[in-house]
């Protein structure tokens, strides 16, 4: 299957700080990629859908202010957590759709002190 | 609203036995479907996808859809301890230019020895 990345894979902040996280897809090309949040022994919610070379559409309740995402390349979208406090703790997954599916990065934990 | 209902579980089989997973999906248009892995702490993995009605084998799992009951299930035969782990029922809504998965909240499947 197609091969997704990120990077970090785990960071930990101080609140207040703005985070930065990496998903490319490494062997295919996506021009939609969607970013996903997780909390502990719960399910996957979408926060946003990241559009090449648009803006991105985001879900109801995510705030497009605090959450910022840059997709200006094919093969890479990045989310920005601005001013993270210690709510915005949690697993962040990026996933892009080739042919055979949507497939998912290894995921990056956050957590803000 | 678009909904996909899986029993939480969590199900428990002994190793070699059959597991059988269920989801029930609200949208009668939707055209495709998958199911996900997820280890504790790891981001989802793509396991198998079906689009028709009837049954798709891939080595020791089966999927089977059936559209008339908004239904679709996943069979793990000769179940083993490393099949431990939360299972995601994805569908891809109805709708030109859908792009989104929607999924349900998962089964946790414990195999044990």
């Known amino acids: 299957g197609a091969v997704v990345s990120q990077h970090p894979s785990w960071v930990i902040c101080k609140s207040g700080t703005s985070v930065k996280i990496e998903c490319r897809s490494l062997?295919?090309?996506?021009?939609?990629m969607f970013w996903y949040r997780q909390f502990p022994k719960q399910s996957l919610m979408l926060m946003a859908t990241?559009?090449?070379?648009?803006?991105?559409?985001?879900e109801q309740g995510v705030e497009k202010d605090k959450f910022l995402i840059n997709h200006a390349s094919l093969t890479l979208s990045t989310l920005t957590v601005t001013s993270a406090h210690p709510e915005d703790s949690s697993f962040y997954i990026c996933s892009a759709r080739d042919t055979a599916g949507w497939f998912f990065g290894p995921g990056t934990r956050l957590t803000v002190l | 609203q678009k909904e996909v209902e899986q029993n939480s579980g969590p199900l428990s089989v002994p190793e070699g036995a059959i597991a059988s997973l269920n989801c029930t999906y609200s949208?009668?248009?939707?055209?495709?479907f998958f199911w996900y892995r997820q280890y504790s702490g790891k981001s989802p993995e793509l396991i198998m996808s079906i689009y028709s009605n009837g049954d798709k084998e891939d080595g020791r799992f089966t999927a089977q859809l059936n559209k008339a009951s908004q239904y679709v299930s996943l069979l793990i035969r000769d179940s083993q301890p490393s099949d431990s782990a939360t299972y995601l029922c994805?569908?891809?809504?109805?709708?030109?230019?859908?792009?989104?998965?929607?999924f349900g909240k998962g089964t946790k499947l414990s195999v044990i020895p």
């Open positions: 994805a569908v891809n809504p109805a709708g030109a230019g859908s792009y989104q998965l929607t």
């Open positions: 062997d295919f090309q996506a021009t939609t």
């Open positions: 949208d009668r248009g939707s055209q495709s």
């Open positions: 990241s559009n090449e070379g648009s803006k991105a559409t985001y």
